[in-house]
């Protein structure tokens, strides 16, 4: 299992490595990955046995990403009026059905499935359109994943004490500190392309982890309620896209309206 997971995650390091620096490569192989998460989290609703919309669901979550590639934007608030326009849809597709009855699960579930994975994943696409979008991104992934490496590698030598049982029965609160020193160690270590200083690194790296590890129990909180052990196989050792952007799913959006804050 940790061989698969060295290769696996060699193979993605490798893959970010080449398409950052290309916008639009990386805006598209975000697309992929929207469009792979929100498979796998349809698929776990349907083991549920709840009659989501998947094949609606995944085409409304793909125009997200793609209509920020193409730089789509007809209003200041366009997604909101995307979303609108989805759960009219939704509501609408409800007329054939023979019975009322799930209505509002299945509505709810598949718009919380376009909003929770494809809306809040295009943000990375949004960080990496801006001024200095390269550095920005780059970083915002250097200090949020290796806080999940610290995690893991704290967690699984020194881990004795759980975190929350009850949703993750392996993170510990041990695991969970080193994640936030190693996302301070990522921050620190992205000083040359982001434009803050130590201290302002520090309280990133610090908002970064925290959120990070929500995105991460948030989504074993998914799995838990759909009863399985990873989202997919897409990762040998490592589980499915969920498994892999789940903490980026919070860091990304916060990332990005406070840079829209902070740099005019």
């Known amino acids: 299992m940790l061989i698969k997971r ?7 390091i490798s893959l970010i490595c080449v398409v950052i620096f290309f916008d639009w490569l990386c ?8 469009i792979g998460g929100l498979y796998e ?21 793909a125009i997200i990403p793609l209509s920020i590639m193409f730089r789509f934007e007809p209003t200041k608030s366009w997604e909101l009026l995307f979303i609108v326009l989805a759960l009219v849809f939704l509501i609408l597709m409800q007329f054939k059905r023979r019975d009322n009855q ?3 699960v299945d509505i709810s579930t598949t718009l919380f499935g376009i909003l929770y994975v494809s809306w809040f994943f295009s943000f990375l696409i ?8 390269l550095g920005l991104l780059a970083g915002l992934l250097l200090i949020t994943k290796f806080g999940d490496i610290g995690a893991y590698l704290v967690g699984s030598k020194w881990g004795k004490h759980l975190l929350i049982p009850r949703i993750s029965p392996h993170k510990t609160v041990e695991g969970s500190l080193g994640g936030l020193a190693f996302n301070v160690l990522g921050a620190f270590a992205s000083k040359s392309f982001l434009p803050f200083s130590y201290g302002e690194l520090f309280i990133l790296a610090i908002c970064f982890g925290v959120l990070g590890q929500l995105g ?14 990873d989202s997919g196989s ?5 589980g499915g896209v969920l498994d892999e952007i789940d903490s980026l799913l919070f860091t990304a959006p916060v990332f990005y309206f406070y840079l829209s804050a902070v740099i005019k």
């Open 6 to 12: 060295i290769i696996s995650s060699i193979v993605l």
């Open 27 to 34: 805006a598209l192989i975000v697309t992929l990955f929207i």
């Open 41 to 61: 989290y349809f698929q776990m609703l349907e083991k549920k046995g709840i009659k989501i919309y998947k094949y609606f669901g995944i085409g409304m979550g």
């Open 102 to 104: 799930g209505v509002i």
């Open 126 to 133: 949004k960080i990496r359109y801006l001024p200095q979008g």
């Open 216 to 229: 991460d129990l948030s989504e074993s909180l998914l799995k838990r309620d759909c009863q399985v052990k």
């Open 234 to 238: 897409v990762f040998p050792g490592m």
